[in-house]
């Protein structure tokens, strides 16, 4: 089981964090961080600048930490939270990611909440350095990180008015 959680965290995390690197350094195709905080800007997320760091740092950081179970449950905490976003404010209505919907960012935000519920296994830095948060912790830092998810999500949506201005 140990080893089938190693498999899954790594794959997983490194395709997290490689979505990340697109977004921080422009790796793999991706715009960096100026064509991120434009995209962010352009779908309505006040202040971009904020938001551009926060989503690619959750992305990237979080993929890396899920990777090599370091600091559990961090790691899935930030990847919850960015997977939450992109499907609240880039991919809903729709289901599958062939006509933009919420398909994969699902798929990795039910594993890192389930990586967050079970911890990473033997085979991880948490098991081998004990550095693993405990439960109280990691609990309360989740509930912070869904309240300041939503908070997140109330004010950087852009009211009516604003909508009408910027058009």
């Known amino acids: 089981m140990d080893g089938a959680f190693l498999v899954l965290r790594a794959v997983v995390g490194l ?3 490689g979505h990340g690197a697109q977004k921080v350094f422009g790796w793999f195709g991706g715009h960096g961080m100026a064509g991120f905080r ?5 779908m309505g997320f006040r202040p971009p600048v904020l938001w551009s760091w926060l989503g690619a740092l959750a992305e990237f950081g979080g993929g890396v930490l899920l990777t090599l179970g370091l600091f559990s ?3 899935s905490i930030a990847i919850a939270s960015s997977m939450l976003t992109a499907i609240a404010r880039a991919h809903w209505p729709k289901v599958w990611s062939t006509e933009n919907g919420f398909e ?4 990795y935000l039910v594993v890192a909440l ?3 519920a079970t911890g990473p296994g033997a085979y991880s830095l948490d098991a ?3 550095t693993a948060l405990p439960t109280a912790v990691a609990v309360a830092l989740g509930i912070a990180a869904l309240v ?3 908070i997140g999500m109330v004010i950087s949506t852009p009211r009516p008015a604003q909508q009408q201005r910027s058009a």
Do not use: F
Not at 38 to 42: A, D, E, I, K, V
Not at 104 to 107: G, K, Q, W
């Open 114 to 116: 389930t990586v967050a």
């Open 15 to 17: 395709l997290v964090a």
């Open 104 to 107: 994969l960012p699902l798929t």
């Open 148 to 150: 300041g998810w939503a």
């Open 38 to 42: 434009g995209w962010l800007h352009s």
């Open 128 to 130: 081998m350095l004990g």
């Open 73 to 75: 449950p961090l790691g």
